[in-house]
């Protein structure tokens, strides 16, 4: 699978668990399938921003601050 299609299944899974699926399962970028869980909802919202970035690595990570 490509990043892009790995992203758009985490996507997924993150929506079904967010929308009340009690386990979800994506796929790892070593093609295994992970099990997550409203518990580790976090570890799966952390893979997709890991992916974001690998394939777009402008994706700001976090807020900005203004320096001068």
Known sequence: MTDAELLAEAKTAYHALMTGRSVVEARD???E??????????????YID??????DPTKASGPMRLIG
């Open 33 to 46: 399938m992970v099990r997550y869980g409203i518990a580790n909802a976090g570890r799966l919202a952390a």
């Open 29 to 31: 970028q070593n093609g």
């Open 50 to 55: 890991q992916l974001e970035r690998k394939i």
